[in-house]
């Protein structure tokens, strides 16, 4: 069951910047005829780009109380964050949530493993002044990954992302994006971990993907930093520094591609699987949408690092079972953590 | 050596926004009387002047608008980070100062452990559109953690954190709060590592302590949260839900306070010390400075977690020294992580 918003807040909005546009127009009209003035009025600084990065932060500020007029022409990025219940799920949830405000025209899917939606993820999205959709989908008892297993023998978010595609393939998006001449929403699609870190910059990098975007990731695959090589004819990928199986199709972790929302609707019966090799994820699912010499090498040609596959230790509870033996009640009774 | 930016920055804004909205008023009178002028003055140019006037221009329409611009007598937050370097350190100061740059009027204090300031610390603070104060300062090796040591053994960001608090009790803070009729700088201190979540809400919690605020942390001490619990007449902290070392004087995490810098500017010899006990670091420098009955009980009474003491997983670089012993260039080569 999708919860939805946004429609309502876009049309206020579009009024709104209507009304703005003009008296803009306006405004820079008439400075045109008084250059002196302004000039004048533009005192002088010392640091331009000190204060540049001043008012910018002003303009995240009043983005974040909703402030914010968006280019509504602007292609959606479709961020996939799989979930689940887990101590430290909050802290990752808050910290992603509140480093995805920060980007301009972003629509967070968001799909829990469990067989309805929780409160505490309820709870999150509404309160995070994000666009949002809210999906579920419980990972069947057979492919869940047991207390002791290493995380790497079981694929985790399989079907969980499935059923992000699902979304991203139905109407939904045409409810949430700019369409094109063709009536196709215009969007790109990332998937979001909830526990990697993530620079503001990697999303104006993929906004444009016109196919599969790729970029380097920091921290991941036993190396410093997993990355394509541009080819030297300037026609996609060449190669990939890559130390864990460099030998398959793409040898690239989840966080470093994004994909046109268009391409991926122009394939509907690509998706992620269970049955294959642990680390093969993403090359079953790229290798359906397009090949290396397609493939857009952003970020400078690979050469800028703007999102790490970073792991959030499990909180040892020691004192929390030590209160349970001894028969006290949960420090987290009656409070979400 | 202290880096400073902040109260000339502000004093300018303050004129620039008369200034501003004087223009403004010209220009909508002027408007009606120049309908017709080019509008070719609506080319955006590189010059940083014109940049500044068109985000200034956005910041006067937001605010027509309704929308509030950042309060000048606001109370400074101190955010004081230590950190070192290590793979994961621009990840998680990447992510820590996108939060911060959703909290008006910040002042992050950040200082590194090393014998000059870094390059990666000091690109990353000029481009993080925050207000900052970069410091360093080398931990003796006598105390530095061992790559064996468990992390208790040794205290970290002692002298780290002593360093901010001369910086907090010098004129650095003079020039980015607003002061006081007292001519004391008016703001909170806190200590905010760069490994642990935030929501954006601790920060307003904390604004207006006036001595020394508690609140709940999450995921710390072997518990999913220790608290303090208010006392039943209103007068401060009655006790500690803490699973470790309950007994300290004030079984608190370094993430669980916040405290008035008047406070700490009257008490000049307050800081942290090498020679205590594991645990007591936040013991030792709060009973220099208060007592249970004078604590400030935040968070709706201690019943909210808005921190979370998340730890990340040094990153493993197996492939990486396989790389090394097969004399292959390292996979960072060249490229900032």
């Known amino acids: 069951m999708p919860f939805l918003r946004g429609r309502q807040m876009k049309k206020r909005a579009v009024v709104l910047l209507v009304g703005l546009v003009g008296l803009c127009a306006l405004l820079l009209i008439a400075s045109h005829s008084n250059r002196t003035a302004a000039t004048e009025a533009l005192s002088r600084q010392d640091d331009p780009f000190a204060e540049i990065a001043r008012l910018k932060r002003h303009l995240v500020l009043m983005k974040a109380k909703g402030c914010v007029e968006e280019d509504d022409d602007l292609p959606v990025i479709f961020a996939i964050t799989p979930t689940y219940a887990r101590p430290e799920q909050k802290a990752e949830l808050t910290r992603l949530s509140q480093t995805l405000l920060l980007v301009p025209s972003l629509h967070w899917v968001v799909v829990e493993d469990a067989d309805k939606p929780t409160k505490l993820v309820t709870n999150l999205l509404e309160s995070s002044g994000l666009s949002y959709t809210h999906l579920h989908a419980h990972t069947p008892p057979a492919q869940k990954l047991k207390a002791k297993d290493p995380h790497w023998t079981k694929p985790r978010g399989v079907l969980q992302r499935n059923t992000a595609l699902e979304w991203l393939r139905s109407d939904g998006p045409l409810q949430v994006a700019p369409l094109d001449p063709e009536g196709i929403p215009k969007g790109v699609v990332y998937f979001a971990d909830d526990d990697n870190s993530y620079s503001v910059r990697l999303f ?25 090589i541009a080819a030297a004819d300037g026609h996609g990928v060449a190669s990939f520094n890559a130390g864990y199986k460099p030998e398959r199709p793409f040898p690239i972790d989840m966080a470093g591609f994004g994909i046109n929302l268009g391409l991926l609707r122009d394939h509907p019966h690509a998706k992620f699987l269970y049955e294959v090799e642990p680390g093969y994820q993403e090359s079953q699912l790229l290798k359906q949408l397009t090949s290396r010499e397609k493939l857009e090498v952003l970020a400078q040609n690979c050469t800028k690092v703007y999102v790490w596959h970073t792991r959030t230790d499990k909180p040892k509870m020691r004192e929390e079972l030590q209160w349970k033996d001894q028969g006290r009640p949960p420090s987290n009774l009656g409070i979400e953590v």
């Open 204 to 228: 104006e990098e993929m906004r444009n993907v016109r196919g599969v975007g790729v970029w380097p990731v920091g921290l991941v695959g036993g190396l410093m930093v997993e990355r394509p």
